[in-house]
């Protein structure tokens, strides 16, 4: 089986400031890893995925992550926060293989940016 | 190229009566996927479909059916819909080591 934990259901930064969602995960097997962000009344957006080659991945929106299976965690960051960053994010993991791709997700974190 | 549509966006159902969700994608993936979101419990899968005419539970299928006729479309049924399965409904797909594609949601309430 394997889940996911965000710590922390609500963020909030000033704007120019680090962002950082923290993002454990459990899994059986080398995991595929993912975040996602929505914005209100939309559907999710994928940012960033980790499929076992580099162990830090660039996203979109100049966002990154970094996955450390010592630590078993797959960290969110933005060096300077932009009032458009505030929406929520979930992480997500997934086996690959005989499980078709299903995710499994976080609780989700609501990432809110102040002026 | 619409990516992942669904109908309807939007639905109040009284308890007991039955609605199917339609999910259309037109990128010719395999993988097709329900899933409901609920406030702090993040996406959970209901079912899913590896092919055309294939589907199988995921972590939540009781009350629901879906059935796969046609490559494109995923539909998701409630026979009698109760108030505990009122939520928001996402629909997504993808292809073979690929990412997911999500629809843009229904919001479905039951009274």
């Given at each position: 089986a394997q889940s996911v934990t965000q710590l922390?259901?609500?963020?909030?930064?000033?704007?120019?400031?680090?962002v950082l969602l923290r993002c454990n995960y459990s899994s059986s097997v080398p995991p595929y890893l993912f975040w996602y962000v929505q914005y209100p009344n939309q559907g999710l957006q994928l940012l960033l995925k980790y499929t076992s080659a580099a162990t830090l991945v660039k996203g979109i929106n100049g966002f990154e992550a970094e996955f450390k299976?010592?630590?078993?965690?797959?960290?969110?960051?933005?060096?300077s926060a932009h009032m458009s960053d505030a929406a929520e994010y979930f992480c997500a993991v997934s086996r690959g293989g005989t499980s078709y791709g299903k995710l499994t997700f976080g609780q989700g974190t609501i990432l809110t940016v102040h002026p | 190229n619409a990516g992942v549509t669904?109908?309807?966006?939007?639905?109040v159902l009284k308890t007991g009566q039955s609605m199917?969700?339609?999910?259309a994608q037109d990128m010719n993936h395999e993988y097709m996927y329900w899933y409901r979101q609920d406030p702090g419990m993040g996406l959970r899968l209901i079912h899913y479909s590896v092919g055309e005419g294939t589907?199988?539970?995921g972590e939540v299928p009781d009350g629901y059916n879906v059935s796969r006729l046609k490559k494109q479309n995923f539909l998701l049924g409630l026979e009698s819909a109760a108030p505990s399965q009122t939520s928001v409904y996402f629909c997504a797909s993808r292809r073979e080591f690929d990412g997911y594609t999500f629809g843009s949601g229904t919001r479905l309430t039951v009274v």
């Open positions: 922390g259901s609500h963020v909030s930064v000033s704007e120019g400031a680090l299976k010592s630590e078993t965690s797959f960290h969110l960051t933005k060096p | 669904q109908t309807p966006k939007f639905r199917t969700l339609l999910c589907t199988a539970k």
